[in-house]
């Protein structure tokens, strides 16, 4: 599979590439990113986007926030680099991995306290690119366990866009369709077109095509259709943030299809590293879901398809309940109600 890394350093580790996703899928265009504040532009705005990607932008952004830093004493420097998080960490709420990496980050720097200026911004840049290492090794595992789950010439669905792009690997809940596809499973994928931003459409529709997966796009409202039609033996979807019961944030239609799938009696599959597992986080309600512009819904992409002047409600995601989910599968195996219980048993 060819791996697209959505979020790098460049060669001399001044500049982050970041492959901006909302010009997909009519242009593949990477832009460099040097300020802080382009870095939170890129995520406010969904240039990066999935979960982990944003986890590994943010490491990088707050590297480059402090890189040039003139702090002469650790204080200093220390006071530099929390403004850099707390700026990033206010791009976007739902994604615990943005925290989860930025936290990460600044853990690093205390543990360093000891050391020269210099040093520590070393140290942080090794962390940085740790994240991104772990972050493919882990898309690896969850593919191999998913697809565990899985036989050849299924019907899969998935909602939003968990793949390559969204990570730095082969995916979350597209990793194992990547995966069956190396060993000729030869998968039906269906894609939600995942209104209103059609994450689903623009990017999981293009990168199943551009590796020769069998990808079919549907409206978000024929998911019931298409189960009840048994075109779908199993739903895969990515999470932005799973409290420690088990219920799932991830993008807005998300509990929908599980609540489908459930009727239909279609397994239900939430895919993502631990990273994403907030064990602070007791339950779905205590969730922050980003909320976003009206515009995204009436002129998504340059056509007026409301009219502006009424009112409009655009929450990002929603959270599945953990009754509807069949198992999550992490890098460290796959987890099965009682999730409250299980979970816990991953840390
Ligand atoms: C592996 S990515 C998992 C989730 O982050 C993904 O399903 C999702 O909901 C992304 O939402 P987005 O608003 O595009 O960042």
Redesign the pocket.
Known sequence: MNIIVPAKLNEAKDKMILLDQTLLPIETKYVEIVKVEDTWEAIKK?RV????A?GVAAGFGVYLGVKDSMAKTYDEFYKEFKEAKDYLASSRPT?VNLFWALDRMERRLIEEKDKSILEIKECLLEESEEILKEDQEMCKKISEYGLSLLKPEMGLLTH???GGI??SGY???LGPMYLGQEKGYNFKVFSDETRP?N?GSRLTAWELNEAGIDVTVICDNMASIVMKQGKINAVL????RVAANGDTA??IGTSGVAILAKEYGIPFYVL?PTSTIDMDTPTGDDINIELRESKEIYNGFGKVTAPPQVKFYNP??DVTDNKYITAIITEKGIVEPPFEENLKKLF
Not at 237 to 240: A, E, I, K, L
């Open positions: 969904l986007r999935g979960a982990p944003i994604a939003c866009n968990a969204a990570t995916g979350t809940a931003l994450q979807v990515g999470c932005d991830n993008k993502g990002a995601f």
